[in-house]
């Protein structure tokens, strides 16, 4: 069954919105807007929206098990406790690349933390991908390229994929027991006269879902990387699609207005809003994150 057309459940204007994980504990959608420095809550069920101020670049914001998130700040990560409103640090992130700043991120089934960088200007080829270890620190775990997204990862933990939007490609890898990435190949490769390949995330047939940033779209691909699903959009960019809602049928998709021209954004106002479509095939809960944090809330 195709999925239902997308429709604008918040009309916010992000400027890069982002990072989208529906949080089970709170019922609610919690997304970012990279670029305005906040992060954001919507609950589907009352329609309530909430939002708090970060200090720096907000790449995502993840459910953590002490209670509160780990935010993906321009420097590294912070702990966010969204009672306060208060950032915590957690640990540095590439404190000698200036000009980097985390991207995006997603919590495997072990309660682990990836997450990339990228440069900020979208134009070194200084993005890696990192997995948070024991103590604060972080573990270099390859795909360097310009703008890293993702991970995702399927539903078993055993598949990690991460995108290399600027060349098109989506590679996969198999997570080890111990959690390292091996075996790395060539998951799908996106023509960018269809777009590019920005936020990935995983349902629960293992399918991979993946929005199209300047492709006014979102793709679903089978876990041997054929497109069996193309859901369009109102808007050009589409940054990354999460599942909620109490059967986790509920698509949301993030958006963003940056880069649009006033004539463009004329043309499609709803730039930058956040977006609800219904699926077929249900998503995956979030984890929370567990390893390498300390008992302190």
Known sequence: MAAGSPVSVWSLG????EGPVWVRRDSALWFTD????????????SGDKKSWEAPEYVGFALPAAPGGFI???????SHFDERSGAFRPVALVEPDLPANRIN???????GRLWFGTMDNDEKAETGVIYRLGDHGSVIKSGGECCITNGPAVSPDGRTL??????????FACTVSDEGSLTERRLFCQIDSRDGYPDGPTVDSEGCVWIGLYSGWSARRYSPDG????????????VTKIAFGGPDLRTGFATTARQGL???QLAEQPQAGDLFAFEVETPGIFSAEVSQGLSDEP
């Open 14 to 17: 992000a400027e890069l919105g």
């Open 34 to 45: 990279i670029k305005k420095r906040q992060i954001h809550r919507f609950e589907p069920t």
């Open 71 to 77: 935010a993906g700040l321009q420097s590294g990560l």
């Open 104 to 110: 995006d991120g997603t919590v495997d089934p072990n």
């Open 161 to 170: 994929y991460h995108i290399d939007t600027l060349r098109g490609l989506v």
């Open 226 to 237: 054929r497109l069996i699903e193309t859901v369009r959009f109102p808007v050009s960019n």
């Open 261 to 263: 021209k006033p004539e």
